[in-house]
Nanobody
Framework: QVQLVESGGGLVQTGGSLRLSCASD???????MAWYRQAPGKERDLVAS???????NYSDAVKGRFTISRDFPTNTLYLQMTSLKSEDTAVYYC??????????WGQGMQVTVSS
């Protein structure tokens, strides 16, 4: 079993920044790690991912504003979000491919961007 514990969500003003964290009790360097988000009434969409060797990938909606990163000693996945817009408001989920341990999701956390 894998535990993913998310933190860092909350309320921020338009143009502000937030850093989301996802701490794992297993190595996050086995496979692709990602952040997804789901706005009310919409599907869960991929925001950013980083593969096993560290190659990042971003949705067009966040490219240039968000940065995904990993920390080796703590097995923590981050999402640095800058220049936040109202359309970034959503529940954000951490996701990870842990190989033989399977695919796992964090519990989700609300990010609200207000004008």
């Amino acid at each position: 079993q894998v535990q993913l514990v998310e933190s860092g969500g909350g309320l921020v003003q338009t143009g502000g920044s937030l850093r989301l964290s996802c701490a794992s009790d297993k190595s996050i360097f086995r496979g692709t790690m990602a952040w997804y988000r789901q706005a009310p009434g919409k599907e869960r969409d991929l925001v950013a991912s980083v593969d096993r060797i560290g190659t990042p990938n971003y949705s067009d909606a966040v490219k240039g504003r968000f940065t995904i990163s990993r920390d080796f000693p703590t097995n923590t996945l981050y999402l640095q979000m800058t220049s936040l817009k109202s359309e970034d408001t959503a529940v954000y989920y951490c996701n990870g491919d842990f190989g033989t341990l399977g695919i796992h999701w964090g519990q989700g956390m609300q990010v609200t961007v207000s004008s």
